[in-house]
C-alpha cells in the first residue's frame, strides 16, 4: 500500500484538538484513531503496539540483526488536527498530472487553489496532489506523517532479509495545542535518536525553531453610569487597546519572516470593568524572546503609574524552547537527514520553523528530535494540500535514515 492510499482512510478520522478542555487527549474522537492504528499495526505484525491510558501510541519494527547493539530509531507524527476549520466530512480528491494552473475545488462556492497566490505549488508541476473540497481541512498535518512511517514499517515487515535494528514508532495526541510531548514516555520509547515527521514540503530539515511564551494580560477597570462617568470611569477594553498600541508596530507576525520574532495579539474578550488579551511571543534568539517579555512589562508598569497600581497584570509563561541546543551536540542528525534525502533524487535544505513542534520538547527531554517535511502545504486551512510523490521519497528516506543507522 502506498502512503497516500493510507492518508485517504486517516483523514475520514476527525481529530480536531481542543485548547479548552484538561484532559488528555483533549478529545475522545483522537482515541478512535489511536485505537483504529494499534489494530492496524497488529495486522502488520509489529512489536507490541499498543496505546496508554493517555492516548499515545506506540510500537516497534522488531530488529532483524541477531544481537544488535547500536543506536535505536524512532519516527513520531501527531494524530490531532486544529480546530479552526471544519474538520469532519472530509471529502478528499486526488489532482493527477498537476498542469502549474490554479485548482477549482469547489465550483459552486468558487472556491480555487491558486498557484499566483500560492507559487510553490509550480514545484509540483507534474505531480499528483491531493486536495480538499475547498470547505474542510485535508488533516494531512500531520496524518501524511503517521501514514509515511506506517508504510515504511510495512515495506520492512514485508522484507525482512533488509538488516535494520528495532524501529521505534509513535503517535501522539494534542500536539496543536502544544501538549504533544507533555506525557510521552522516552524512558519507554528507548530509542537513542528520533524523528518527526510533521509538515512542510519534502526535502526540508528543521532543527530550529521559536523560543516560545504564552502571555496573559489581566485588566482591571471601574464600571460607572456613563451619564456620570467623566473622572471616574476605567475602560478595562480601552485601557488593553492602549496596552496594544504601545508594543513595537513591527513586531507582529504580518511584518516578520525567517528569523525575526514577534508579539502577536491572539485573543482578547472584555468588559469595562474587566479585559483580557492572550498574546503569544516568539523569538529563535533567546535574548530577543527576553527582551520581547521586557517590553511587554514596561508597557503594563506605564499603564499601571497612568491609571493606578494594579490595572494592569502581565503573566509570561514559557513554553518551549528552540531545539537547535540539542540538535548541534548530534550533528549526525543533520547529515544522515541529508545524506537520506539526497538518496531519493532531492537536494536538502533546512528550514528554521517559525513555530514549535512535539521534536522541540522531546529534544529536551533526552530525545534528540529533528522534523521531516511530509510533502504538503497550507496547513490549518481549507486550501491545504499534499503532494503524492512527495510522500513515496518521505517513505524511502525514512527507509533509508534505517538503513544509516543501522549499519
Given at each position: 500500500?502506498?502512503?497516500?492510499?493510507?492518508?485517504?482512510?486517516?483523514?475520514?478520522?476527525?481529530?480536531?484538538?481542543?485548547?479548552?478542555?484538561?484532559?488528555?487527549?483533549?478529545?475522545?474522537?483522537?482515541?478512535?484513531?489511536?485505537?483504529?492504528?494499534?489494530?492496524?499495526?497488529?495486522?502488520?505484525?509489529?512489536?507490541?503496539?499498543?496505546?496508554?491510558?493517555?492516548?499515545?501510541?506506540?510500537?516497534t519494527?522488531?530488529?532483524?540483526?541477531?544481537?544488535?547493539?547500536?543506536?535505536?530509531?524512532?519516527?513520531?507524527?501527531?494524530?490531532?488536527?486544529?480546530?479552526?476549520?471544519?474538520?469532519?466530512?472530509?471529502?478528499?480528491?486526488?489532482?493527477?498530472?498537476?498542469?502549474?494552473?490554479?485548482?477549482?475545488?469547489?465550483?459552486?462556492?468558487?472556491?480555487?487553489?491558486?498557484?499566483?497566490?500560492?507559487?510553490?505549488?509550480?514545484?509540483?508541476?507534474?505531480?499528483?496532489?491531493?486536495?480538499?473540497?475547498?470547505?474542510?481541512?485535508?488533516?494531512?498535518?500531520?496524518?501524511?506523517?503517521?501514514?509515511?512511517?506506517?508504510?515504511?514499517?510495512?515495506?520492512?515487515?514485508?522484507?525482512?532479509?533488509?538488516?535494520?535494528?528495532?524501529?521505534?514508532?509513535?503517535?501522539?495526541?494534542?500536539?496543536?495545542?502544544?501538549?504533544?510531548a507533555?506525557l510521552?514516555?522516552v524512558?519507554?520509547?528507548?530509542?537513542?535518536?528520533?524523528?518527526?515527521?510533521?509538515?512542510?514540503?519534502?526535502?526540508?530539515?528543521?532543527?530550529?525553531?521559536?523560543?516560545?511564551?504564552?502571555?496573559?494580560?489581566?485588566?482591571?477597570?471601574?464600571?460607572?453610569?456613563?451619564?456620570?462617568?467623566?473622572?471616574?470611569?476605567?475602560?478595562?477594553?480601552?485601557?488593553?487597546?492602549?496596552?496594544?498600541?504601545?508594543?513595537?508596530?513591527?513586531?507582529?507576525?504580518e511584518?516578520?519572516?525567517?528569523?525575526?520574532?514577534?508579539?502577536?495579539?491572539?485573543?482578547?474578550?472584555?468588559?469595562?470593568?474587566?479585559?483580557?488579551?492572550?498574546?503569544?511571543?516568539?523569538?529563535?534568539?533567546?535574548?530577543?524572546?527576553?527582551?520581547?517579555?521586557?517590553?511587554?512589562?514596561?508597557?503594563?508598569d506605564?499603564?499601571?503609574?497612568k491609571?493606578?497600581?494594579?490595572?494592569?497584570?502581565?503573566?509570561i509563561?514559557?513554553?518551549?524552547?528552540?531545539?537547535?541546543?540539542?540538535?548541534?551536540?548530534?550533528?549526525?542528525?543533520?547529515?544522515?537527514?541529508?545524506?537520506a534525502?539526497?538518496?531519493?533524487?532531492?537536494?536538502p535544505?533546512?528550514?528554521?520553523?517559525?513555530?514549535?513542534?512535539?521534536?522541540?520538547?522531546?529534544?529536551?527531554?533526552?530525545?534528540?528530535?529533528?522534523?521531516?517535511?511530509?510533502?504538503?502545504?497550507?496547513?490549518?486551512?481549507?486550501?491545504?494540500?499534499c503532494?503524492?510523490?512527495?510522500?513515496?521519497?518521505?517513505?524511502?528516506?525514512?527507509?533509508?535514515?534505517?538503513?544509516?543507522?543501522?549499519?
Amino acid at each position: 500500500m502506498r502512503a497516500y492510499e493510507r492518508l485517504l482512510r486517516y483523514v475520514t478520522f476527525d481529530t480536531a484538538s481542543d485548547e479548552t478542555s484538561s484532559t488528555c487527549p483533549s478529545t475522545e474522537k483522537q482515541l478512535v484513531l489511536a485505537r483504529a492504528l494499534v489494530e492496524e499495526m497488529k495486522e502488520m505484525g509489529l512489536e507490541n503496539p499498543r496505546m496508554d491510558e493517555h492516548g499515545y501510541v506506540y510500537a516497534t519494527v522488531p530488529s532483524t540483526i541477531p544481537d544488535y547493539s547500536g543506536k535505536v530509531l524512532g519516527f513520531i507524527a501527531h494524530m490531532d488536527v486544529v480546530d479552526s476549520v471544519p474538520t469532519a466530512n472530509i471529502r478528499p480528491r486526488i489532482v493527477e498530472n498537476y498542469d502549474g494552473g490554479d485548482i477549482v475545488l469547489n465550483e459552486e462556492k468558487n472556491i480555487v487553489l491558486s498557484s499566483q497566490e500560492f507559487p510553490e505549488l509550480l514545484a509540483r508541476k507534474g505531480k499528483s496532489l491531493m486536495v480538499t473540497d475547498g470547505t474542510t481541512l485535508l488533516g494531512a498535518d500531520d496524518k501524511a506523517g503517521i501514514a509515511e512511517i506506517l508504510t515504511a514499517a510495512e515495506q520492512l515487515m514485508a522484507d525482512k532479509t533488509i538488516p535494520h535494528g528495532p524501529v521505534r514508532i509513535a503517535f501522539t495526541p494534542d500536539e496543536e495545542i502544544g501538549r504533544g510531548a507533555d506525557l510521552f514516555d522516552v524512558k519507554g520509547f528507548a530509542a537513542d535518536y528520533a524523528f518527526t515527521m510533521d509538515g512542510g514540503a519534502y526535502g526540508e530539515l528543521e532543527y530550529e525553531n521559536f523560543n516560545a511564551a504564552a502571555m496573559r494580560v489581566h485588566i482591571h477597570g471601574k464600571s460607572i453610569h456613563t451619564g456620570s462617568a467623566k473622572g471616574k470611569m476605567k475602560n478595562a477594553m480601552r485601557i488593553g487597546m492602549e496596552f496594544e498600541a504601545l508594543l513595537p508596530a513591527g513586531q507582529k507576525p504580518e511584518y516578520t519572516s525567517g528569523y525575526e520574532g514577534f508579539i502577536h495579539l491572539d485573543e482578547m474578550s472584555g468588559t469595562v470593568e474587566n479585559a483580557m488579551m492572550k498574546y503569544i511571543l516568539r523569538d529563535h534568539d533567546s535574548d530577543l524572546l527576553e527582551e520581547k517579555k521586557r517590553i511587554c512589562q514596561r508597557a503594563a508598569d506605564y499603564l499601571n503609574a497612568k491609571y493606578g497600581e494594579g490595572t494592569v497584570q502581565v503573566e509570561i509563561r514559557d513554553s518551549y524552547r528552540n531545539m537547535i541546543e540539542q540538535i548541534r551536540p548530534h550533528a549526525h542528525l543533520v547529515e544522515n537527514a541529508y545524506e537520506a534525502m539526497r538518496r531519493t533524487g532531492v537536494e536538502p535544505r533546512s528550514v528554521a520553523i517559525r513555530g514549535g513542534t512535539d521534536g522541540a520538547r522531546l529534544s529536551f527531554m533526552g530525545l534528540p528530535c529533528p522534523n521531516l517535511g511530509t510533502g504538503g502545504g497550507n496547513f490549518h486551512g481549507t486550501l491545504e494540500y499534499c503532494c503524492i510523490e512527495e510522500m513515496d521519497q518521505a517513505v524511502a528516506c525514512i527507509r533509508n535514515l534505517i538503513e544509516i543507522y543501522s549499519k
